[in-house]
């Protein structure tokens, strides 16, 4: 908690980088991203809140894009001027409600931190989500309790936080608390 309460901006930055948001775009992830994709699956900083362990080795970046990425529903490359930065996908629920719901999940390399990449983005998918898969009902995604920065992304894009499942994902050896957020087809058509 206190790492939180004595965050300021600043923290999220190592270096300063200015971004221009207009030069962020989606597109799907392919084996030539492979040298960006390390930069970020390989720090700890990315991965502490994932239920994954930082990629050690090339092996398990080929892995990801070539396996991983197209399990999901929907996956893209988040890019910067068509440098891959991150990643945002959705996945069904599977074996939940009818295969109505999906999942959402993304990371960001931490030298864009803060500076409302992945708030744009989520924004965005949450659009491709109910337009081109009209049969979803409910986006979530599922938050350890302590990554702030996420629940934030969160609200700012308009999921509704629901309550908190405890002990519920096993993340860097415990089972932690996480945050439950979802936004429904109906909240989208206002
Ligand atoms: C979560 C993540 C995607 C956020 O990306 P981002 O582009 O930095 O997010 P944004 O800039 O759009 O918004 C971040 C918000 O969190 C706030 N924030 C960040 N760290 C914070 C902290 N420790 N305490 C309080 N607020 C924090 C920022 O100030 C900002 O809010 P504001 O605009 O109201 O000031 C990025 O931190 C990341 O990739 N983390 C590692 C992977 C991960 O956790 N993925 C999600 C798994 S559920």
Do not use: H
Not at 12 to 27: G, H, M, N, P, Y
Not at 103 to 116: D, H, I, P
């Amino acid at each position: 908690m206190e790492e939180i309460a004595s965050f300021s901006k600043s923290d999220a930055k190592e270096e300063f980088v200015d971004v221009d948001l207009t030069q962020i775009s989606l597109r799907p992830i392919v084996l030539s991203d492979l040298d960006d994709l390390m930069l970020w699956t390989s720090d700890e900083k990315v991965a502490k809140y994932c239920t994954w362990e930082p990629y050690t080795n090339k092996e398990y970046g080929i892995n990801f894009i070539q396996n991983i990425a197209s399990k999901s529903l929907w996956f893209r490359a988040i890019c910067l001027q068509d440098r891959a930065i991150g990643c945002i996908d959705f996945r069904s629920c599977s074996g939940r409600c009818l295969e109505k719901s999906a999942e959402l999940g993304y990371a960001l390399s931490s030298k864009y931190w803060g500076k409302g990449i992945a708030t744009l983005v989520v924004k965005q998918v949450i659009e491709v989500a109910f337009k081109e898969f009209s049969y979803l009902e409910r986006l979530e995604s599922r938050v350890d309790v302590e990554n702030v920065a996420s629940q934030r992304v969160l609200e700012k894009a308009g999921f509704q936080r629901e309550g908190i499942l405890r002990k519920y994902l096993f993340i860097k050896g415990k089972c932690r608390d996480v945050v439950m957020f979802s936004v429904l087809s109906n909240d989208f058509q206002v």
